[in-house]
T-cell receptor, first 114, second 107 residues
Framework: SAVISQKPSRDICQRGTSLTIQCQVD?????MFWYRQQPGQSLTLIAT?????????ESGFVIDKFPISRPNLTFSTLTVSNMSPEDSSIYLC???????????FGPGTRLLVL | KNEVEQSPQNLTAQEGEFITINCSYS?????LHWLQQHPGGGIVSLFM???GKKKHGRLIATINIQEKHSSLHITASHPRDSAVYIC?????????FGKGTRLSVIA
């Protein structure tokens, strides 16, 4: 298995500010993902974090709004920039250790934007 | 794009009841995941399966590839099983998630 921690676990932020969420895994992993879960909705993939290169974003998500870093095989950050109330969601980090293995999810970061 | 449908959306059960949650999808897949999400938001992976049946404690997951259907069963349900159960599928694409089934088990 893979043990994933996220910081912060929750935050309340003012509109127009930015928040950086950290994801730390206890072992090296092949793939890291960032998901968003808006209230009452299913999970939506924001991007795949690539080590040493720019993240791969899904349709509807852009780097200026959600910059992502992945400096090594165990750590990634997601920044939610220039926040608005519509960004209030749970943000989840997820990893796959190796090809064909199961996908693990972090505990999530619950964000409320006022 | 794969469409993932779960039923029921909401389920209330008495402690001890046998529970079944269903998941159907529209396009062939390489694997199906059952996930559990507690009120705090964190997600736990329960099963990943591509054929047949898997069992872990009181949880059983089955999949029928031909019918594009999977079920999650909980035997002897307990209030601590109360959570949202999410089905997710993958082929050569990132996971596609169902909307989840909210389960409440009452003592």
């Amino acid at each position: 298995s893979a043990v994933i921690s996220q910081k912060p676990s929750r935050d309340i932020c003012q509109r127009g500010t930015s928040l950086t969420i950290q994801c730390q895994v206890d072992s090296q992993v092949t793939m890291m993902f960032w998901y968003r879960q808006q209230p009452g909705q299913s999970l939506t993939l924001i991007a795949t974090a690539n080590q040493g290169s720019e993240a791969t974003y899904e349709s509807g998500f852009v780097i200026d709004k959600f910059p992502i870093s992945r400096p090594n095989l165990t750590f990634s950050t997601l920044t939610v920039s220039n926040m608005s109330p519509e960004d209030s969601s749970i943000y989840l980090c997820s990893v796959i250790r190796g090809f064909g293995e199961t996908q693990y999810f972090g505990p999530g970061t619950r964000l409320l934007v006022l | 794009k794969n469409e993932v449908e779960q039923s029921p959306q909401n389920l209330t059960a008495q402690e001890g009841e046998f529970i079944t949650i269903n998941c159907s999808y529209s396009v062939g897949i390489s694997a199906l995941h059952w996930l559990q999400q507690h009120p705090g938001g964190g997600i736990v992976s329960l099963f990943m399966l591509s054929s047949g049946k898997k069992k872990h404690g009181r949880l059983i997951a089955t999949i029928n590839i031909q019918e594009k259907h999977s079920s999650l069963h909980i035997t002897a349900s307990h209030p601590r099983d109360s959570a949202v159960y999410i089905c997710a599928v993958t082929g050569n694409t990132p996971l596609v998630f169902g909307k989840g089934t909210r389960l409440s088990v009452i003592a």
